[in-house]
């Protein structure tokens, strides 16, 4: 199931205080030269078990994007590829290849900021979480802190112009 939302509604100040870690590191891809995309992901209990930012130019590496070198070290923490009842936090709308590695990994919830019009699959492009025939369908829920990560996106990417 996915729902955007506005800014704030519906989301909890441990929601907010984990998607502010997510931009947090999103400015620090953005300050590496890296698509400024940031992810915290949490365990059961809420507790933060990994968090990344965008690396693929500096690893060479398309895969090195933030939710999946964000799932990479949880997996690796939790001693486990399925990271039941974790959620992860995200400052851009995840792309296909991301999505589909929540699917893998079994994520219970993802939380995103910007929706990405281009690549977005949890309703921008396509919404992989509406998908019946796979395993898995975690909740999905967008726009917290939206304008914020939209900003940082705008201003990487007009820097670049």
């Known amino acids: 199931m996915s729902r955007l939302t506005d800014q704030g509604a519906g989301f909890s100040a441990q929601d907010r205080r984990h998607m502010a870690r997510a931009l947090a590191l999103a400015r620090r891809a953005a300050a590496a030269g890296e698509v400024p995309v940031g992810a915290v992901l949490t365990g059961p209990g809420g507790q933060v078990i990994a968090e990344a930012f965008n690396r693929p130019i500096a690893r060479g590496d398309p895969t090195a994007h933030a939710e999946v070198l964000c799932l990479r070290s949880g997996a690796r923490a939790l001693g486990n590829y399925r990271l039941t009842g974790c959620t992860l936090y995200v ?32 309703g921008s492009a396509l919404d992989l979480a509406q998908v019946a025939g796979l395993n898995h369908r975690p909740l999905v829920e967008g726009g917290l802190m939206a304008e914020e990560a939209a900003a940082i996106l705008q201003k990487f990417f007009a820097a670049r112009r």
């Open 91 to 122: 400052s851009l709308e995840p792309c296909p290849m991301c999505a589909g590695a929540v699917v893998w990994a079994r994520l219970e919830r993802v939380v995103f900021a910007a929706p990405d019009p281009k690549a977005g699959a949890y």
